[in-house]
């Protein structure tokens, strides 16, 4: 029997249960840090399968890490299972409409991220199994990607030493093994300190914690013009003093986020932001402190891998899609106003050719497997802690498509496809791809020393956390 059979015999066998884990982390839609219903429900059908589970590592009550069989070669999976607020959409539905208006929902899919990589996991143990092979499989329960992360505390912590490769996936638009490069994150809260006066009767008493931090994002504002083209700033006001505007604010707290291509480029443009942010301190004789609150290396595919898991990718195929899914991703599709589908349309013209927009708007599904181009150094600007584990040990990240073609991420539209005909395809795809990829690894031990001197000269010898030693997961703060 080939390998991809018995994987679809295995998985044919699993695929309600996964379904299942999927709708009820879905339904539970918990916050980063909070998942403590949905890694519980994934860790249950590990330990039914007979994976031993250690939770609570690195210092996150809902991280943990499954593990089944022995020596090596060890496999790891990563599985994601945080919500995002304000994200609530009734399932299935193509109009807005929140199960509980303000509440949070799956916007981003990680219910099927955690769900598909329990069916890979599930279907290597099997395979271990039927052919008594030596070899490890490792669940790594991550947490909080959409907040501060969890996998950067992790390799930091050490919990992927002595892995030998991890693929992981996301639920996407398109399938394909990812080759655009994610960007380093940094983020830092600035807490300024004034002091309060009568702002009418004794102004020149008073010293505004507020006008501080404005000057602060004046002056980020002025460095925008001067830092490499990929790099970013983002702030949001956490605390801007208090409502009274008769009083002068002594206290005003901002959250800055500043990404780069580089972590060392994302640590050099935190340095000039800290420069901006004292200086705006000296401007109002106010006090600045700052936490560094998270930090995310950059991703870029393991080469080796990706010839593997491109070659799994192809032989696997895209999900097969009929005219129930077309239409319900066509009304996906069209849920989106107009100066948004404008914007979709161009990406479908780039992607796929002019010649084809009108069919894909018909049926916006992905129906073909992308190869996966080894060329691209094209970094797009968004972050994932996923970086991190790829500094640490030989990492591929498949995307499988869950949702119409030009979808938006972190959008309502993202949470109703999250439990949808569309999604279960998608996800049950995923399980087989990573499946036939670790397979494949671990049958080719050349790939595996390959992959990993991939990562000792990407990481110069050892996996360095872009975080400083003493910072620890932000639980209850982020
Ligand atoms: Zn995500």
């Not at 250690?54 to 060890?74: H, L, Q």
């Not at 070899?135 to 030998?164: H, L, N, W």
């Not at 069209?334 to 589908?341: H, P, V, W």
């Not at 691209?376 to 498509?401: E, H, L, R, W």
Request: aromatic letters at 10%; hydrophobic letters at 35%.
């Amino acid at each position: 029997m080939s390998e991809l059979k018995f994987i679809e015999e295995i998985l044919e066998k699993k695929k309600e249960r996964l379904i299942n884990v999927s709708d009820r982390i879905w339904e539970l839609a918990e916050l980063p840090y909070n998942e403590y219903n949905s890694c519980d429900i994934l860790i249950k059908e590990l330990k039914k399968e007979g994976f031993s589970v250690e939770k609570g590592m690195a210092g996150m009550p809902t991280a943990f890490k499954a593990s089944f069989g022995t020596g090596k070669p060890v496999c790891g999976f990563l599985g994601e299972y945080d919500a995002l607020d304000n994200l609530s959409q009734v399932a299935g539905c193509t109009e807005r409409k929140p199960i509980e208006e303000g509440k949070p929902g799956h916007g981003c899919g990680h219910n099927l991220l955690g769900a598909g990589s329990l069916g890979a996991a599930l279907v290597l143990k099997e395979y271990l199994v039927a052919n008594g092979l030596r070899g490890t499989v490792i669940y790594f329960g991550c947490p909080a990607e959409e907040g501060a992360g969890s996998k950067q505390f992790m390799a930091r912590d050490g919990q992927f030493d002595g892995v030998d490769f991890v693929y992981t996936w996301h639920p996407s638009t398109i399938n394909q093994v990812q080759s655009d490069r994610s960007v380093a994150i940094m983020g830092a809260n600035f807490k300024f300190k004034g002091v309060t006066a009568h702002a009418g009767a004794s102004p020149h008493i008073g010293r505004s914690a507020l006008d501080a931090a404005e000057l602060m994002s004046v002056g980020a504002n002025y460095l925008r013009e001067h830092m490499i083209d990929q790099a970013r700033i983002h702030y949001a006001y956490i605390d801007a003093g208090g409502v009274s505007p008769n009083v002068v604010q002594d206290r005003a707290l901002v959250k800055y986020e500043v990404r780069s291509p580089k972590t060392a480029q994302v640590k050099d443009l935190f340095k000039r932001v800290v420069k901006v942010a004292k200086g705006a301190a000296l401007m109002t004789e106010t006090e600045v402190d700052y936490e560094i609150t998270m930090a995310y290396s950059d991703y870029i595919a393991n080469s080796a891998l990706a010839e593997v898991a491109d070659e799994a990718f192809r032989e696997v195929g895209a999900p097969k899609w009929d005219e129930e899914d077309y239409k319900l991703a066509k009304a996906y599709l069209f849920s989106y106003n107009e100066f948004t589908l404008k914007s979709i349309k161009e990406y479908i013209i780039d992607k796929y050719g002019e010649e084809n927009l009108s069919e894909i708007l018909d049926k916006p599904l992905d129906s073909i497997v992308h190869s996966y181009d080894r060329n691209n150094t094209k970094y797009v600007s968004g972050s994932t802690d996923v970086g991190d584990v790829c500094y640490a040990v030989p990492t591929i990240n498949f995307n499988v498509a869950t949702a119409c073609i030009g979808n938006i991420g972190h959008t309502w539209q993202k949470t109703g496809q999250s439990k949808s005909r569309i999604a279960y395809k998608g996800l049950l795809t995923s399980a087989k791809v990573m499946a036939l990829a670790a397979i494949k690894t671990m049958n080719n031990p050349d790939v595996i020393v390959k992959a990993k001197n991939t990562v000792l000269k990407q990481n110069g010898g050892a996996y360095e956390c872009p975080l400083p030693d003493d910072i620890e997961p932000p639980i209850g703060k982020y």
